[in-house]
């Protein structure tokens, strides 16, 4: 049986037997192309978890930042309070004093 060729050389004429030698070439290309097709989509999932990922991360450094400052102004009445504290008590031993 002969059968035309329609990869690449469409005018020349093949038997079956170099016709299924065609078709592992074709099979390979087309395994290839599924390959590439599958890297292209994980890659774009990766993309976009990455993206999530980083809103995250921003999200949570912006959080820590609020808290940073909440403890320092907790320190900082903390100080105070402690200063007045002091003061309260020198006051009260120097009416013992007298």
């Not at 930042?65 to 903390?78: G, P, S, T, V, W």
Request: glycine content about 0%.
């Amino acid at each position: 049986m002969v059968v035309q060729k329609t990869l690449f050389n469409d005018d020349q004429l093949m038997d079956e037997k170099d016709l299924k030698k065609e078709v592992m070439p074709l099979e390979k290309l087309k395994s290839l192309d599924d390959k590439i097709s599958a890297a292209i989509e994980r890659v774009k999932t990766l993309k976009e978890e990455k993206a999530v990922i980083e809103r995250k991360v921003r999200d949570l450094e912006e959080l820590l930042n609020e808290k940073n400052q909440e403890i320092e102004q907790l320190r900082a009445e903390k100080n105070l309070v402690k200063s007045q504290l002091e003061s309260l008590l020198n006051e009260i031993e120097n009416l013992d004093l007298d």
